[in-house]
């Protein structure tokens, strides 16, 4: 799915206010990956803490929403933009690119439960397809 200039000024309107509690939905997001996805605890079993509130969940939670930032900023080039996070994630940390998708509709809850009010349907749409391209582009180098 392709972006328009609609969708990507949606995505940044979102993203402004986001940002300022981006560590929490990361965190929020990455918890909850963990807890509904069992299977995603395999890429962090050298944790010794794999609560909500531990510190490593926190740290990596505030790791992916600055991928998420650079993604925004990136916006009108994805696959360029994301392709050094791709081939870390392909290459040293092997993660199977299904689960970009898993973390992705996680973190979309969490919005929507933590912004309701700017959370419209279009939202909605523009973030989805947003993340639909983070996800892509971060497959990249799996091909």
């Known amino acids: 799915m392709s972006l328009t200039d609609k969708d990507k000024a949606t995505v940044k309107a979102v993203w402004a206010k986001v940002s300022k509690g981006a560590d929490a939905v990361g965190a929020d997001a990455l918890s909850r990956m963990l807890t509904v996805y069992p299977q995603t605890k395999t890429y962090f079993a050298h944790w010794s ?14 790791n992916v929403m600055a991928g998420v930032a650079l993604a925004v900023s990136k ?3 994805l696959t360029a933009g994301l392709l050094e996070l791709s081939e870390q994630h392909a290459f040293q940390l092997r993660v199977d690119p299904a689960n970009f998708k898993i973390l992705s509709h996680c973190i979309l ?12 349907p279009e939202a909605h749409v523009a973030m989805d397809k947003f993340f639909c ?11």
Do not use: M, Q, W
């Not at 803490?49 to 505030?62: F, M, Q, R, T």
């Open 49 to 62: 803490d794999l609560s909500a509130n531990s510190a490593s969940v926190k740290n990596h939670g505030k």
């Open 75 to 77: 916006i009108d080039d």
């Open 109 to 120: 809850v969490v919005i929507a439960s933590l912004y309701p009010k700017d959370f419209t």
């Open 133 to 143: 391209g983070v996800s892509l582009a971060l497959s990249e180098r799996y091909r």
